[in-house]
């Protein structure tokens, strides 16, 4: 080879040998980071958000240009507008996903386990967004999952139904309702309601009075708590909304809905109604 291409074989030798630069070493880290914040977004974030993000978020100064040949170097790229025909494809796929609305605003429920209502919000801090997902027991109104993160990501919804999966007696035909996101319609998100034996449904579209119970939820939390503080950090609000929700919330905050009980009163309450005598 090095005869053909006129070089000197130390050279070659010496170039084989040599150690990876400095800016290989900083290419390497910076595609690590830019692969998790591609993973995060669910495959859908291009180049310029993925800039953004790492300027954003994890403080890393570089070009657009040198993120794109990474991205590009690695295979990675961002969800965008296809041909008419693959359009079609992507949109088919989705409505597979879609599920329907099984509540039908029916949101007054008596027993427990039946129905979980869940959704995603989010508020800023001095260093950045946190998301926080919630489940919430249609019944008692108690929040029996919930995960907190820094992307609105399939991760974060996933998490907030194992948890709640890992607290209740789950009974077959379970429904599980939420918005059309992004997140709840994954795949992934999909394969883990099946995997829990959770039936899906979800609002229809652009109907957020579908969800309106966690509308008035998430109202509440914003009064409540996320308007009346400035929050220095993510981790400061992450404490408070920890304590907010397993503590305020469940154990001591009184529903007029619910005779003026608590989640956790109520649920006690139902329970000794409930046992064989």
């Known amino acids: 080879m090095c005869r053909v291409l006129n070089i000197a074989r130390a050279g070659y030798y010496a170039w084989r040998d040599r150690p990876p630069s400095q800016r290989a070493q900083e290419d390497d880290e910076l595609l690590r980071v830019i ?3 591609h993973a995060a977004s669910d495959g859908t974030y291009g180049s310029p958000r993925v800039h953004a993000e790492l300027r954003l978020e994890h403080g890393w100064y570089v070009s657009t240009k ?22 079609k494809a992507q949109e088919a796929s ?10 039908q605003r029916a949101f007054e429920v008596e027993v427990p386990n ?35 993160g820094t992307q609105a990501s399939t991760e974060l919804v996933v998490d907030a139904v194992a948890m709640a999966a890992g607290r209740r007696d789950l009974n077959g035909g379970l429904i599980h309702h939420s918005d059309r996101g992004a997140t709840y319609t994954s795949i992934r998100f999909g394969e883990t309601l099946s995997g829990l034996g959770l039936v899906s449904s979800m609002s229809g579209r652009g109907s957020p009075h579908d969800n309106a119970v966690m509308e008035s939820f998430f109202a509440s939390l914003q009064t409540e708590l996320l308007d009346r503080h400035a929050w220095r950090s993510r981790e ?42």
Do not use: C
Request: hydrophobic letters at 45%; proline letters at 3%; charged letters at 30%.
């Open 35 to 37: 692969r998790e914040i």
């Open 236 to 277: 400061e609000l992450r404490t408070a909304l920890f304590f907010w929700l397993e503590v305020t919330y469940n154990q001591r905050r009184r529903h007029s809905t619910l005779g003026m009980l608590t989640p956790v009163e109520w649920e006690t309450q139902y329970a000794r109604r409930t046992v064989p005598a």
């Open 114 to 148: 039946r129905v979980w209502f869940a959704d995603v919000t989010q508020h800023l801090t001095d260093d950045g967004w946190l998301y926080l997902a919630a489940v919430l027991d249609a019944a008692s109104k108690r929040i029996v999952g919930w995960s907190m």
């Open 66 to 87: 040198r993120v794109e040949r990474l991205m590009r170097a690695a295979g990675l790229q961002g969800v965008h507008r296809r041909k008419q025909g693959r359009r």
């Open 94 to 103: 989705l409505a597979e996903r879609v599920a329907p609305d099984r509540i």
